[in-house]
């Protein structure tokens, strides 16, 4: 039982990795990454390249909706001023009338 611990223990003992395995490793990472069409780093790029153009239509549409709604505004402060510049009208000639009644 005890030659059966110590080659368990020699077995699984911790080694260094050999020489080249690192190298290999990211050698075949690249090798299935063109297999698959793109490398990892093209696809890190894509990815950012898509964030961006996303939150460039966000930022784009949020911009968009301010602009109707302040021009939105604008016209409707236009057509208040119109109302009163037409209520003010009516006010005058309405008192002109009651004046020229009140004057006879």
């Known amino acids: 039982m005890h030659n059966l611990e110590d080659d368990l223990k020699r077995t699984l003992a911790r080694q ?4 080249g395995f690192a190298e290999r490793v990211m050698q075949r990472i690249d090798d ?3 297999i698959a069409g793109a490398t990892p780093r093209r696809r890190g790029t894509w990815r950012a390249i898509a964030a961006g153009l996303l939150l ?6 949020w911009a968009a909706q301010k602009a109707i709604e302040r021009r939105e505004g604008e016209r409707a402060r236009a057509e208040v001023l119109v109302a ?6 009516k006010v005058r000639t309405a008192q002109q009338h ?3 009644i ?3």
């Open 16 to 19: 260094s990795a050999p020489d």
């Open 102 to 104: 009140g004057s006879h």
């Open 98 to 100: 009651v004046f020229e």
């Open 56 to 61: 460039t239509a966000i930022a784009g549409g």
């Open 32 to 34: 299935a990454a063109k």
């Open 84 to 89: 009163l510049h037409i209520a003010s009208s």
